[in-house]
Each structure stands twice: as C-alpha cells, then as structure tokens.
C-alpha cells in the first residue's frame, strides 16, 4: 500500500495541534475524575461527558455507557465496514491528590514550558488525547482505518465493573486488534514496548482487640496490642530486607523470564542512576540494573502501603489502640493468579494470628503480551519512525485490569504505544506530560493505524 503519511506533513500537524492539545487537556485534567472517592462520582460522571463531547469534535460517534459503577466512553471514527478496525483503550479517571508536596493545585492545569502539570496529566488523559488527536488526522487524511476508543473510568479502582460491562458489549464492538496508551518508557532516550504486566491482589489485614483506647500503664503488658501485632504478622509475610515474600508456596506459579526477555532487559538502557532519580529514591535493595529490572518487572512483591489505627497527632499518646490494620498488596506475574495468592495468605495469616481479619481489595491478573507478529511490528516500527528510537522490549511492573479482560472479550490481538516518563510521576506528586511525549505521540499513532490498516 503507498504511503499516505509522511514524515513533514506529520510533523506539521501535530505542530499546529498545540494550542487545540493543550486546550483540551485543561478541560480533561481540571475535572477531579477520583474514581476511588465515594465524593467525586459527580466529577466522574461529568469527565465521561466531557470525553463523548471530545470525541463527537473529533468526528467520532460517541455514548456514554453505564455500568454497576463509574461509565464506559465508547468512541468509533468511520471509514468503511471492509476496512480493518483497530480500538484504543485509555482510562480518564485518576488518583486522589493533594497534600503538602504538591507544589501546584492538583486540577488546575499549569503550563511550564513544555511541561503540563496536572493529576492525570500523564496517567492517563495525555496519552488519551493524544491517541484521539493522532486518530482523526489519519482518517482526514485517507488512511483506510476504522478506529474505535474505550477510555475507562474505574481502571485506578482495579476495573470492577469492566469485565461485566465488555461481556455484554463485546459483540457490539468488533475490532481486529486493540492499542493500549497506559505504559512508559525506560527513559526520555529510550522508548518501550510492553512484554507483559504485573497482576495485582490488594487485601486489608484488621485485628481487634479492643473497644477503646486504655492507657498504657494501668493496661500496658496485659493487653493486646493489635498494631504491634499487625507489624509482626507482616514480618512474616515478607522479608523487609530482600523483598523476598516469605508465605509457604506463593512463588509455586511463578515463570521466570526467558534468555530472551533477560537479553530484552540487559540492551534496553535501563539505568539505576535514572532509575532512582525519576522516582525520587535515595535507596535500593540491588544496585545491579539486572537485579533491579528483574525486581520490578519480572518477580511478584508483597508490599505494605500503611497502617492505621491508634494515635496519629504530634507527640506520643501512651494508649493501647483498641484496633490496626495493615494495607498491603502482592504485585504477580505470570502465571500466579489473585485468587490462588489470596487463598495463600489467608492461609499464612490464619497460621500466625488466628484473629486476623482479611478483606480483599482490587485483585487484576497478571498479563503476558504479544512481541511478534504484525500488530507488534507495527507499533515498534510507528515509535521507531516518530522518535527515531528502536523501542525496547520490557515488562511493565504495574498493572492494567482492563487488559486481560479485552483479551479474554475482543479475542484479538493487543499492542502497546506507551507515551509516559519515568519522571512524569504517575500517581505522585506534581505529576506532569510534556509536549514533546504528545507531539511524538500523535506521530506514531498515525502512522501505526496506518501501518495496521495495511495489514
């Protein structure tokens, strides 16, 4: 097929899409789409609105859809019904943010430069919108592509009412392949294609013993203390040190990585410098690259986000707490399954305190990507002519619920064009995307629907 995007003419028009990016961004990331907040159901309902009115600009036919929880935005951009369809999948719903560290108000977009700073500026609306940018210009421009969107408002919850909701309205959405814009780079030098994503099981660790705080020195020694309890519980969960998950059989289901996934991770310019700076980390377990993108990529984790419960005001306040709880989670790989790694700890728990009470949280499976055939030649061959990079094969260490659900409904083949940095701090402080992400971007996404309307 004779090429209808070229290189100059791409480049013009990303160029001239500045102003009209950055004005939509502003909308999108100054609505507070917090799915995980109970507070901000209408800020998510009003995101998915303003994303079908977004997509109808662009040309696109666009519903908003309900489900048991937050809505589905359906989009689909026309050219023929011979033509070869392609979905892209994003999620516009985010984090909470706020707190000290945050050196600008989280939904107020503020433009520094090249940089756009924003919760949900990176994870995930630019790339959003990039993707949509980059879809209307290939269809204006002749490519024979039908493209369909699905941007998602509960993928920051762990997708609880996704599977449920793609189940009834797969036959409805026929595709040939998806493209998914939620991963990120090794680094500002050196793009990425996903190889696979961690899993994820979330539970809550609570123990009670108590009806009241008491005082620790008419009660001290006699009572029960559950944080102190809690702490050596998890101690037994993980080996603080290592990282090693100390519950009996967890790493049973684990595949270790191939020769050609390690050979994959040695030539992807991972750096443990960069790697250490982009997230703000003063210390590491390894100082090996090797070691360090084995940990994050290719092993399961148990992790201890918190504990609450007792006194948290300034100062100590000699009381017993009559509660605690630990939040954790366990990342997974393949072919560890949540269910399986949940079972697993309930067992251990029980084996250590029997009056632990466990309640599961968000629980995806771990995703195993495709590296060859035409879909993945494509997106490495669309990054490698919009940056001029070869793309490296990696694992993503986090998690896209999402994911295993379209594979497992669409029955296609599923691809990654992540546009994101390490330093743009997914779900951190100050979280930012920058143009020169969003121009490349649009670039590359043009030129995979057109590579993969030849297919």
Same mark, same amino acid.
């Given at each position: 097929?004779?090429?209808?995007?070229?290189?100059?003419?791409?480049?013009?028009?990303?160029?001239?899409? *500045?102003?009209?990016?950055?004005?939509?961004?502003?909308?999108?990331?100054?609505?507070?789409?917090?799915?995980?907040?109970?507070? #901000?159901?209408?800020?998510?309902?009003? &995101?998915? %609105?303003?994303?079908?009115?977004?997509?109808?600009?662009?040309?696109?036919?666009?519903?908003?859809?309900?489900?048991?929880? #937050?809505?589905?935005?359906? !989009?689909?951009?026309?050219?023929?019904?011979?033509?070869?369809?392609?979905?892209?999948?994003?999620?516009?719903?985010?984090?909470?943010?706020?707190?000290?560290?945050?050196?600008?108000?989280? /939904?107020?977009?503020?433009?520094?430069?090249?940089?756009? $700073?924003?919760?949900?500026?990176?994870?995930?609306?630019?790339?959003?919108?990039?993707?949509?940018?980059?879809?209307?210009?290939?269809?204006?421009?002749?490519?024979?592509?039908?493209?369909?969107?699905?941007?998602?408002?509960?993928?920051?919850?762990?997708?609880?009412?996704?599977?449920?909701?793609?189940?009834?309205?797969?036959?409805?959405?026929?595709? =040939?392949?998806?493209?998914?814009?939620?991963?990120?780079?090794?680094? *500002?030098?050196?793009?990425?294609?996903?190889?696979?994503?961690?899993?994820?099981?979330?539970?809550?660790?609570?123990?009670?013993?108590?009806? %009241?705080?008491? #005082?620790?020195?008419?009660?001290?020694?006699?009572?029960?203390?559950?944080?102190?309890?809690?702490?050596?519980?998890?101690?037994? &969960?993980?080996?603080?040190?290592?990282?090693?998950?100390?519950?009996?059989?967890?790493?049973? =289901?684990?595949?270790?990585?191939?020769?050609?996934?390690?050979?994959?991770?040695?030539?992807? !310019?991972?750096?443990?410098? !960069?790697?250490? %700076?982009? #997230?703000?980390?003063?210390?590491? *377990?390894?100082?090996?690259?090797?070691?360090?993108?084995?940990?994050?990529?290719?092993?399961?984790?148990?992790?201890?986000?918190? /504990?609450?419960?007792?006194?948290?005001?300034?100062?100590?306040?000699?009381?017993?707490?009559?509660?605690?709880?630990?939040?954790?989670?366990?990342?997974?790989?393949?072919?560890?399954?949540?269910?399986?790694?949940?079972?697993?700890?309930?067992?251990?728990? *029980?084996?250590?305190?029997?009056?632990?009470?466990?309640?599961?949280?968000?629980?995806?499976?771990? $995703?195993?990507?495709?590296?060859? !055939?035409?879909?993945?030649?494509?997106?490495? =061959?669309?990054?490698?002519?919009? $940056?001029?990079?070869?793309?490296?094969?990696?694992?993503?260490?986090?998690?896209?619920?999402?994911?295993?659900?379209?594979?497992?409904?669409?029955? &296609?083949?599923?691809?990654?064009?992540?546009?994101?940095?390490?330093?743009?701090?997914?779900?951190?402080?100050?979280?930012?995307? =920058?143009?020169?992400?969003? &121009?490349?971007?649009?670039?590359?996404?043009?030129?995979?629907?057109?590579?993969?309307?030849?297919?």
């Amino acid at each position: 097929m004779p090429e209808i995007l070229d290189r100059a003419a791409l480049r013009a028009y990303a160029e001239e899409s *500045r102003p009209e990016f950055e004005k939509h961004l502003k909308t999108l990331v100054e609505i507070p789409s917090v799915s995980m907040d109970p507070g #901000h159901k209408k800020d998510v309902e009003k &995101c998915a %609105k303003a994303a079908a009115k977004l997509l109808e600009k662009m040309g696109a036919k666009a519903k908003v859809k309900k489900t048991d929880g #937050h809505p589905v935005v359906l !989009g689909h951009l026309k050219t023929g019904k011979k033509n070869k369809t392609v979905t892209v999948y994003n999620h516009l719903d985010v984090q909470p943010a706020g707190g000290p560290e945050w050196e600008r108000k989280p /939904f107020k977009m503020a433009v520094e430069g090249d940089r756009y $700073y924003a919760r949900g500026a990176t994870d995930d609306k630019g790339p959003a919108l990039t993707a949509l940018l980059a879809a209307r210009h290939a269809v204006e421009s002749g490519v024979p592509i039908n493209v369909r969107f699905i941007w998602e408002l509960e993928e920051e919850i762990g997708s609880p009412s996704f599977e449920k909701f793609m189940r009834k309205e797969a036959a409805k959405i026929p595709t =040939d392949s998806v493209v998914v814009s939620d991963t990120i780079w090794v680094s *500002r030098t050196k793009p990425a294609v996903s190889a696979g994503l961690r899993g994820l099981q979330g539970a809550i660790l609570r123990l009670e013993t108590g009806t %009241k705080d008491t #005082h620790s020195g008419l009660t001290g020694g006699a009572a029960r203390n559950p944080l102190a309890e809690l702490a050596a519980v998890v101690a037994k &969960c993980v080996d603080a040190k290592t990282g090693r998950v100390l519950i009996p059989g967890f790493y049973d =289901d684990v595949v270790p990585p191939t020769r050609g996934e390690l050979k994959w991770f040695r030539e992807c !310019g991972f750096s443990v410098p !960069g790697f250490k %700076k982009a #997230h703000g980390l003063t210390k590491l *377990r390894h100082q090996d690259a090797l070691k360090v993108m084995k940990a994050i990529w290719a092993q399961p984790t148990f992790e201890v986000h918190g /504990f609450a419960g007792g006194y948290q005001g300034p100062g100590v306040k000699t009381a017993v707490p009559p509660w605690g709880e630990a939040k954790v989670s366990m990342r997974l790989v393949p072919d560890q399954t949540p269910r399986k790694a949940l079972q697993l700890l309930r067992k251990h728990v *029980r084996s250590l305190n029997r009056d632990v009470r466990i309640t599961d949280e968000s629980a995806l499976a771990p $995703y195993r990507g495709v590296t060859t !055939g035409p879909y993945a030649k494509a997106a490495a =061959d669309a990054i490698e002519f919009a $940056y001029g990079k070869t793309p490296a094969v990696v694992r993503e260490g986090g998690s896209i619920g999402a994911i295993v659900t379209m594979e497992k409904t669409l029955k &296609c083949p599923i691809t990654f064009i992540g546009l994101s940095l390490p330093e743009h701090g997914y779900h951190a402080p100050n979280e930012y995307y =920058d143009w020169g992400q969003a &121009c490349g971007g649009m670039q590359a996404f043009a030129k995979y629907f057109e590579l993969v309307s030849g297919i």
